[in-house]
């Protein structure tokens, strides 16, 4: 399971119903995104938004769909 933005994947350790808990995050902006999930040879993917941005060293990352 990872998330793509603006060119960057980040590997995701807990998907919740309004946040992500990403492996390895870094300082990114606010911005657009793509969840992907991998489930026995299927894909799917859904856009989300990420109102507060990414910060490195903090835990959950806010989403919205």
Known sequence: MHLSVNG?????????????????????PAGEGVITLHIDGREKSWPVYLPDGITAGKAETRVAL
């Open 8 to 28: 960057h994947v980040f590997s995701i350790g807990q998907l919740g119903p309004n946040f992500l808990l990403l492996d390895n995050p870094i300082d990114h």
